[in-house]
């Protein structure tokens, strides 16, 4: 049937919602226009394509190779997404899709550190650019249930067998996302974090787990996905759990906070310099360091953090213990001594920390005395934080140099304006098993000339 419109003035006062519907229909139509001329002549996949993919199966440990049917669902700039057939319109819409194109290729949120551009942008410039085993520019997205083992829920991976020759490999850039809500702001973060760990692959193939976990966690808060909050609550909850340990595993937590202070401290070209290079770990860091003219050191760096992690307050001055684009959502656990004199024995593991603080009762002309033993005295790191007038702002930092098995180290001037004093207790080395110390604190006179014994 062939209908002819001579007046659509008359159609519209008739039917007044068609202007609504006409105009809606036309920003779709453009939309879905957009998607895929914005994609240029050169992709390899147009809306509607079905393709065949290697992934793993989740649900079983090891993982299983699996394949797996998916429809291309949208074509960015940067982007393939291809969802899952089972999942389609059950878990994954196409709004989904259409967010996270514009977050991977337009547009991240207010507090990245440029809400103009997409995830991709933000972390080329900061990392460098991800490999290109396919020849094609794009990296592939493939969402669909990835499964749960033993009530662990999998978000999200990068497997690196997709750029070898490997019989399960897909022989492409492919990050694999779940379907669970994949478009909120937490699988956002997600794709950033993959995406880190894909650039990284391109550079350095065997980093330190806790090295490239502390880049991905970062690269997270560069997008503006703060999005892990809940992994640094758990940390500082228990903070006898190490940063750098010899396994696979790391503390997501603990990576977060790392990476968002070396991050603050030494700013974007620092994590480019860490990607690029070969070294690895602690060793890696002291390279790029050196390289980039920095005279710090890892230890120093490293004690420094764990008393930002405590006192975090934006009015302190120094730079060195402070947060600017993170917030803290809790305080990290403590052993606090109200009345002394005090004995006691703690264990802390390598490149984990300890915070003994101890509260001191109003009082002229006093000294804690602190007596601090262990067998791998020489392993210790040792600050000392001094809080002026119950106020964080008016810390006063301190580093405790061990010499011998049993060291003796007085705090002066305490018990009038100062009245809270924290040791900060850590090992710098990794460990298998918590190293054991023993200490005591008490207050002793304190003569107008203090000579330390």
């Not at 914005?38 to 090891?62: R, Y």
């Not at 991709?120 to 669909?144: A, H």
């Not at 918590?434 to 304190?446: N, T």
Request: net charge neutral.
């Amino acid at each position: 049937m062939k209908v002819i419109i001579k007046d659509s003035k008359k159609i519209f006062k008739k039917f007044p919602g068609i202007k609504s519907i006409i105009f809606f229909t036309t920003i779709t139509c453009s939309f879905f226009l957009c998607l895929n001329l914005s994609a240029g002549n050169d992709c390899k996949h147009k809306i509607g394509d079905k393709k065949e993919f290697w992934t793993w199966d989740l649900n079983v440990m090891p993982p299983e190779n699996a394949k797996l049917q998916a429809t291309c669902r949208g074509v960015g700039e940067n982007v393939y997404v291809f969802v899952s057939d089972d999942v389609w319109i059950v878990n994954v819409f196409q709004k989904d899709v259409e967010r996270i194109i514009q977050a991977f290729d337009h547009s991240t949120p207010e507090i990245s550190i440029d809400g103009d551009k997409g995830i991709y942008e933000i972390l080329t410039e900061t990392f460098g650019k991800p490999p290109d085993v396919d020849n094609d520019p794009r990296i592939y997205f493939l969402i669909s249930q990835l499964g749960m083992y033993h009530s662990h829920h999998f978000d999200g991976f990068f497997r690196f067998i997709d750029e070898t020759k490997c019989k399960y490999s897909n022989r492409a850039e492919i990050l694999y996302l779940d379907c669970d809500n994949p478009s909120d702001e937490y699988h956002l973060g997600i794709i950033a974090h993959e995406f880190q760990h894909l650039i990284h692959w391109q550079y350095d193939r065997d980093e330190a787990s806790w090295v490239n976990e502390s880049l991905a966690e970062v690269a997270m808060i560069l997008c503006g996905y703060y999005t892990d909050k809940k992994h640094v609550a758990r940390y500082l909850n228990n903070t006898d759990s190490p940063l750098i340990s010899k396994g696979h595993m790391s503390n997501y937590g603990a990576c977060l906070l790392w990476g968002s202070y070396i991050y603050e401290r030494f700013g974007r070209a620092f994590l480019k310099n860490l990607v690029l290079e070969e070294a690895d770990g602690i060793e890696g860091f002291k390279r790029v360091l050196t390289n980039m003219n920095i005279k710090d050191d890892f230890p120093r760096i490293f004690g420094d953090w764990l008393v930002a992690n405590y006192i975090n307050t934006n009015l302190l001055r120094s730079k060195a213990y402070k947060y600017k684009s993170i917030t803290l959502p809790t305080f990290p656990t403590i052993k606090h001594f109200f009345s002394l004199p005090v004995h006691d024995t703690g264990k802390v593991s390598g490149y984990a920390v300890n915070y003994l603080k101890f509260s001191i009762e109003r009082a002229k002309s006093k000294k804690l005395r602190i007596t601090f033993k262990s067998d791998l005295l020489d392993d210790f790191l040792i600050k000392i934080v001094k809080i002026d007038n119950d106020d964080l702002s008016n810390s006063k930092v301190k580093d405790v140099a061990l010499s011998e098995p049993i060291e003796v180290f007085d705090v002066t001037d305490v018990g009038t304006n100062c009245r809270e004093i924290v040791l900060v207790v850590s090992v710098l080395k990794t460990t298998k098993e918590p190293v054991s110390y023993s200490f005591s604190a008490s207050l002793i006179p304190c003569p107008e000339t203090t000579v330390r014994r």
